[in-house]
């Protein structure tokens, strides 16, 4: 190979990203590595000698965790209060399973304590407690960090890989269809949110004639909202005090059954092309304090620029809205109204139609300097020594928190989803051949020392941490996408959630992951303290 190429760091860098994305879309009866194979690639070179500074991995990382945590942020929280619970007992049995699985093995194979207690965090996949056991083992025996590095290094590559297999393998297992199943979730959400249309009404019934809109409204025959009024050849916008003659088309918006029964009050169904000089809708993005978490009977500033409301959607969901609906940061609605006051209104909600895919980059940046900030606060610990949540930890809690609440200050906080997803995979092949290259380095060294007894014990530590999670979640009755994300994120293991990901089609993996995810990830920072001194101690 020519020598410019091995001096060439990046060029090696990307290489491996490549060739490992290239093998992992090899797939044999539907099991690939996916981006594991990166994973493995980096572990070869790094055999040879390839390295890459500790900060490009964490920068991976870092870039992975706060784009999953910005992408499911506004609807965490809701799905938090509801099973919260179920969430964080996935990681509490994933991480016991763990820890009992290390301190039987040790006693068992007669190893050495610091080395077993890296084994945890190789065989779970948890650089924050690596990070926390080495300060812990340095402080009280100098010098013996190494040998929890090394015990880290022999087991992450199997536990890296077991994952993303496992998390395959498990349909075929469980004799379960990750479709039929998603098609399922995906049917309970939409019962609660219909697809909307829209249809125009002539108005025939006389009982009508000089009566408002709002007086339509009042007979609450159906579900639907009244966005358009033609009249003579103009159009208006439908305001609740808006008197209604015979002839009037009205264009109205709600699921079709409803619509149907609304010809019964009106009048027949017609078809008139909308005009859209005067009148014009534009969807807006809700970021304004103004408008988050407020009724849309209490925003008056809607009649006073004559602006309905039409639709509001809500991940992927389209709601009819009432006076009642409470808007929330992050809802996409469908505004209609004259043309001259829209500017004035988009201006106040959020983010117009054509901005939805341009990154405010400012609040962006500066939720990862927080994130990375808060990261790095030291937590005391009563007895032992203080903790901190690391770069991916500060990015994970911040960039929940502004995604919820679509701001940072005055500042207002949007990243389109096409982003996301770029920044999201970006940042974990990164992290994947980071870890590779270090774990190659160490991989040869330590199993020549301790042999297969060691690989044994690794693989027999992350199999107990991914079989009692699995088991956990069917005893919780969860589809089959959920217990592939859940084991995933028990395991802080993104290589996992990728996998997961190429058999759904929606963002329930994402979802379930994120929402697992903070409990393991903090849980492995306390719990491995435990497990240190217990091995000390016995």
């Known amino acids: 190979m020519p020598s410019f190429i091995l001096i060439n760091t990046l060029l090696v ?41 500790k900060e490009i991995r964490d920068l991976g990382l870092v870039l992975f965790v706060y784009a999953i945590s910005i992408q499911v942020g506004p609807h965490f929280f809701r799905v938090f209060k509801k099973d919260g619970w179920k969430f964080a007992t996935t990681a509490f049995v994933s991480i016991m399973a763990g820890i009992i699985a290390t301190v039987s093995l040790a006693f068992f194979f007669h190893l050495p304590d610091n080395l077993a207690i890296g084994m945890f965090s190789g065989a779970v996949t948890s650089t924050q407690s690596l990070a926390v056991a080495v300060d812990m083992v340095e402080k009280n025996q100098a010098g013996d960090g190494a040998i929890v590095t090394a015990g880290y290094g022999i087991a992450y590559p199997f536990s890296v890989i077991a994952t993303v297999l496992f998390v395959q393998l498990l349909p075929w ?47 609450h025959i159906a579900s639907v909202n009244l966005s358009r009024i033609r009249r003579g050849g103009k159009e ?40 859209k000089k005067k009148v014009v809708s534009e969807d807006v993005e809700v970021t304004s304090r103004e408008f988050v978490n407020k009724k849309i009977g209490e925003l008056h500033v809607f009649y006073e620029h004559n602006i309905v409301v039409v639709r509001v959607i809500r991940q992927d969901f389209e709601i009819v809205p009432n006076s009642t609906t409470l808007l929330e940061a992050g809802d996409i609605v469908r505004l209609v109204g004259d043309h001259i006051e829209m500017d004035k209104m988009v201006k106040r909600i959020g983010v117009k139609n054509e901005k939805l895919n341009e990154t405010n980059m400012i609040p962006f940046l500066l939720g990862l300097v927080l994130g990375i900030g808060i990261g ?9 020594a203080p903790i901190m949540l690391g770069s991916s930890g500060g990015a994970l809690l911040v960039g929940l928190f502004i995604s919820h609440r679509k701001r940072i200050g005055k500042m207002e906080m949007h990243v389109p989803i096409a982003a996301l997803n770029l920044i999201r995979d970006f940042g974990l092949m990164i992290f994947l051949a980071g870890v590779g290259l270090v774990a190659g380095g160490k991989f040869a060294e330590v199993f020549q020392q301790y042999g297969f007894p060691i690989l044994i014990a690794g693989a027999i530590i992350t199999l107990s941490s991914l079989v009692f999670s699995t088991i956990f979640l069917l005893i919780m ?25 190429e058999r759904s089609k929606t963002d329930l993996p994402t979802l379930v992951y994120a929402s697992v995810y903070p409990f393991a990830m903090l849980g492995k920072v306390v719990f491995i303290q435990f497990l240190v001194y217990f091995l000390w101690r016995f």
Do not use: C
């Open 13 to 53: 860098f990307f290489s491996i990203i490549l060739l490992g994305t290239y093998i992992g879309k090899i797939s044999v009866k539907n099991i690939s590595l996916g981006s594991g194979a990166i994973f493995l690639v980096a572990l070869i070179f790094g055999h040879f000698g390839f390295t890459m500074p």
């Open 173 to 219: 297992l469980l004799r379960r269809k990750p479709r039929e199943e998603e098609e399922k979730w995906e049917e309970q959400q939409k019962s609660e949110h219909h697809e909307l249309s829209v249809r125009q009404f002539r108005l025939e019934n006389k009982t009508l004639f000089g009566k408002s809109i709002e007086d339509v409204r009042a007979y």
């Open 236 to 275: 208006r916008v439908a305001i609740p005090g808006f008197l209604l003659e015979e002839g009037d088309v009205l264009t109205a918006v709600g699921e079709l059954e409803d619509l149907k029964k609304l010809a019964v009050i009106i009048g027949p169904e017609t078809k008139i092309p909308l005009l």
């Open 376 to 384: 790095a606060i030291p937590i005391p610990m009563p007895g032992g």
């Open 477 to 501: 009755k969860e589809n089959i996408l959920a217990i592939m994300s859940g084991v995933s994120a028990g395991m802080t293991q993104a290589a996992g959630l990728n996998a997961t990901k």
